[in-house]
């Protein structure tokens, strides 16, 4: 009996471990997808463009405003999977997004809405 002890202590508990820090390393799609009613990234960044495309500054500042929301809740749950410049860069994105839709220039928010969207998508690679 000791010495299965000995040997489940030696052999199996750091394999288990290794395999639980694989599992969580690997997780980054799951941790992207959205497990509340606010945190829907991707739809929020639908709705922005269309609200940058036809111009309408006040609805895209509200749907700007529910993706920085669903952002500060999505981030932290990726911080375990994903890479940090990764997670910064999208941080920039939408820091200069916000910029932007504040001064109003469709052509450069359409831009960076593309450049967040692309480091969402990229996020879990």
Avoid: G
Avoid at 47 to 58: G, R, Y
Avoid at 76 to 104: G, I, T, W
């Amino acid at each position: 009996m000791q010495k299965l002890r000995q040997a489940f202590l030696f052999y199996l508990l750091p394999i288990l471990v290794l395999i639980f820090f694989a599992l969580i390393m690997n997780s980054t799609s799951f941790f992207q997808k959205s497990f509340r009613n606010d945190d829907h990234f991707s739809t929020y960044v639908v709705e922005l463009e269309e609200m940058i495309q036809i111009q309408d500054w006040e609805a895209a500042q509200s749907s700007l405003s529910k993706m920085h929301t669903a952002w500060k809740q999505i981030s932290p749950r990726l911080q375990l999977a994903a890479e940090k410049d990764k997670l910064e860069e999208l941080d920039e994105n939408l820091a200069r997004l916000s910029a932007l839709v504040s001064c109003q220039d469709q052509s450069s928010a359409l831009s960076e809405l593309y450049a967040a969207a692309n480091n969402w998508r990229n996020i879990s690679r």
